[in-house]
């Protein structure tokens, strides 16, 4: 795919230099083959987009390189520490890891659509009485925005309930921001599938067990 985009890019007449050529043709390349794969509520987030392309990627550009710059200095760190033989992969950062990165962090820029009680019962039909009963019990990921106000991922919804599997996956993961960012990133654990996807298609076993050894 990455390169039927270069040959498009060459017979529009792009002009760029060979290595951003290539660059640009891997990045378009992954973007296509990979949106297809995404939850339907973050398709559509996409989608409803309308202008701003440039200066999106700008500050998705940005952020790259941000995070690649660090990625090189910790692990010129890290060899620096501990030699190694040729190419040493990194290792993941542990999910605990993340919990004070999470806290201060906006929702909206990482947890996909949200929504609070209000809309939820207009729109879900779900009345604020079952939905507080849920999160009483553990049953809902409800993630705290600003004071005392929750509000809740729509990804996590089946036919008005919460998906199968997420009160195990709360159990095990008692940090709600920390079990809602593993359940919407690829687990390598589960062959790099979407953990909440998993349990939206009923298949919950093998997801509560990667939970249960990350706790």
Known sequence: ???????????????????????????????????????QVQRLAITSLKGGWTELMSELFRAMAERIAAADQAGAESAD????????????????????????????????EVAGSTYLEEKFRIPRSTLHRWQRRGEVVALR?????????????????PAPGISEVLAAITHPRLAWFWLTRPSAELGGRIPIEMLREDMIEDVVRVARSLS
């Open 81 to 112: 520490e501990s030699p190694t033989i040729g190419f040493a992969k990194p290792a993941a950062r542990p999910l605990a890891g993340r919990a004070s990165e999470l806290q201060s962090m906006l929702i909206e820029d990482w947890a996909g």
């Open 1 to 39: 795919m990455a390169e039927a985009v270069q040959q498009a890019l060459m017979q529009h007449g792009v002009l760029l230099d060979a290595e951003a050529l290539v660059c640009a043709s891997a990045i378009a390349g992954s973007v296509a083959a990979a949106l297809p794969f995404l939850p």
């Open 145 to 161: 925005k600003g004071g005392r106000k929750h509000v809740f991922p729509l990804a996590q919804f089946v036919d008005g309930r």
